[in-house]
């Protein structure tokens, strides 16, 4: 029932570096490491590890497996293993989801191309945290300029996705993601090394290891049902789960591919980055003695100014935009991609044409989201600008809900030998613990999953 002569993927390499270029993207840059810091440190992290492990890799597992099953689009794949049943809906969310997700994460995907615009020039030599502060927020106010940084991005990562599978998503995902976990490796000793900060009367400023200490220190006293939940909730957008991207990348996996193992690395790959990301960033934040305010202000406002105070800051500057954008690229690909392939293979249209048509729609969507800091910023809908009802939408209705049907569609609307035969291509390789992954799919994940979404709309907690 395959499709002749379908796109896929060419080696092992490029699986990894797809999904985990997928997986690993704003969330991992900005969001994680605030959340580790803000809800616990150490403690957050036991927490996040616990929810990857036992459920994120699971319902990843889920993913794989309906996907290369099936060899075609999220949509589809629901219909072709259960004809004639309304689980397809699950498919038509994710592919609603995609253009909500992208819609908002590709503003602030442009925010990060000006930036590499203004390392390049050095526009933030001598600035303090504070003038960056006001650059920024002039910045995203301006109604042209993002705009213009956000249809450029657009176009970047639709160029990408009409190259296909193997020349596009393949090819660029294998050079970028280890360019990505260089710089981001380097970014981390720099900031650890920093050591002690004096003035020049010789008082302490600040202490890199004190970031380090922010960072991993457990501090059980801020665990509570919210960031329990906040960490399950994590887990799930960091690893791209429950929309079908994972269902749209497997769809195009080879059939001797481990589809476990391929999940445990992405997982892996993907946490390794957050704290990487965490531990470039803290110990530069407590050396020069900076509050750890939160997300896009940390990052843009904050970041250059303590870069270019650093040996080499031109250079530092300039590698963490260029990381952060590669970031948000390869995981903004893969979010297209579960449109253009839902839109190529049903209406039967040229992937160059789908492309097109997509990522259109979802620009002018996502110009209204960037709008939204300006000129739109009086346009609400339940007191929520543009940018944040998608965000909002999509993060904590859509992808929930889409993560907790996929797991009750594999545990309960699947056969478990079909789900074991993927699995273990046909038995030929042996998957430890497979009944406890069958477990946690059947039960764990989607009961933790529905705590989370009614916990996300209010009726808990
Ligand atoms: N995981 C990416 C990040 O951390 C974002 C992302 C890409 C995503 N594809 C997704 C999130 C699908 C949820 C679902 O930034």
Redesign the pocket.
Known sequence: MSIPNRDSFTSKFGVIAAAAG???????IWKFPYEVGQNGGGAFLILYFFFVVVIGLPVMMSEFVIGRKTNVNAVRAFKKLSPNKPWYLTGVMGVA?AFM?LSF?GVVAGWTLEYIHLAIVNAFKGQSPEELSKGFNDFITNPIKPVIWQVIFMILTAVVVIGGIKNGIEKITKILMPVLFLIIVLMGIRSLTLGVNTSESGEIIGRSVDGLKFLFRPDFSKIDIDVVLDALGQAF???????G?IITYGSYIGKNNNLKKTAVEVAFLDTLIAILAGVAIFPAVFYFNVAPTEGPGLVFSVLPSIFQKMVGGYVWTLAFFVLFAVAALT?SI??LEVAVAYFAEELKVKRVTATIIVASLITILGVACSLSNSVLKDVTILGRNIFDTMDHVSSNFL?PIGGMFIAIFTGWAMKKSEFFNELTNQGAIKVKLFSGIYFIIRFVAPIAIAIVFLYSVGLLG
Do not use: P
Not at 22 to 28: E, P, Y
């Open positions: 997928s997986a690993v993207g704003l969330g991992n989801a997700i994460y957008f960091s690893l791209s789960l429950g929309m991207t995981s893969s979010l992808l």
